[in-house]
T-cell receptor, first 111, second 113 residues
Framework: QKEVEQNSGPLSVPEGAIASLNCTYS??????FFWYRQYSGKSPELIMF????GDKEDGRFTAQLNKASQYVSLLIRDSQPSDSATYLC???????????FGKGTLLTVNP | NAGVTQTPKFRILKIGQSMTLQCAQD?????MYWYRQDPGMGLKLIYY???????DKGEVPNGYNVSRSTTEDFPLRLELAAPSQTSVYFC????????????FGPGTRLTVT
């Protein structure tokens, strides 16, 4: 069964620190990966996607992909209390039909 | 541009009742999805559709049915509601090609008692 696993939380960091969220996947056919942020009681919101090995930066967010190690990560620099949410990692299967989601990591940024 | 919309936002059903959760998108996306999310758990795919008239089962289809008669609408039908169907239901949509970005609706919180 194709799985996406995220590092167990919850994760707590002080304001201004770097938060590191990690994810591994089992489907070697997966080519595209997505990070969603979900505030409590709200729907998931897409914040980053990455297709190629290496880093992709967008503001305070950096996504990293290592296909050889089947590893995806999200770094949040200068973490803010407003970043406190559950972060979901998802991989798009080789058929490109559907995403497989991890269970999420709860991040708390303490002022 | 409303994106993905869902109705109702909240609903309480009695055991054995039926209902339809509505989902619509105005982005001309071919692919649409229904997920459920239980507390502390990830998203479980119920059904998906790759275009009008084409639907397929996801991980947890039992107790649900779908139809896709138009590109815009993808309703989810619950027949004979059971307490195990108490959950938050999310509809999502995306384009069929790259960049494969998938967008979610606001969700429907359903309680079956």
């Amino acid at each position: 069964q194709k799985e996406v696993e995220q590092n167990s939380g919850p994760l707590s960091v002080p304001e201004g620190a770097i938060a590191s969220l990690n994810c591994t996947y089992s489907d070697r056919g997966s080519q595209s990966f997505f990070w969603y942020r979900q505030y409590s009681g709200k729907s998931p919101e897409l914040i980053m996607f990455i297709y190629s090995n290496g880093d992709k930066e967008d503001g305070r967010f950096t996504a990293q992909l290592n296909k050889a190690s089947q590893y995806v990560s999200l770094l949040i620099r200068d973490s803010q209390p407003s970043d406190s949410a559950t972060y979901l990692c998802a991989g798009l299967g080789g058929s490109n039909y559907k995403l497989t989601f991890g269970k999420g990591t709860l991040l708390t940024v303490n002022p | 541009n409303a994106g993905v919309t869902q109705t109702p936002k909240f609903r309480i059903l009695k055991i054995g009742q039926s209902m339809t959760l509505q989902c619509a998108q105005d982005m001309n996306h071919n692919y649409m999805y229904w997920y459920r999310q239980d507390p502390g758990m990830g998203l479980k795919l119920i059904y998906y559709s790759v275009g009008a008239g084409i639907t397929d089962k996801g991980e947890v289809p039992n107790g649900y049915n779908v139809s896709r008669s138009t590109t815009e609408d993808f309703p989810l039908r619950l027949e004979l509601a059971a307490p195990s169907q108490t959950s938050v239901y999310f509809c999502a949509s995306r384009t069929s090609g790259a960049p494969y970005e998938q967008y979610f609706g606001p969700g429907t919180r359903l309680t079956v008692t």
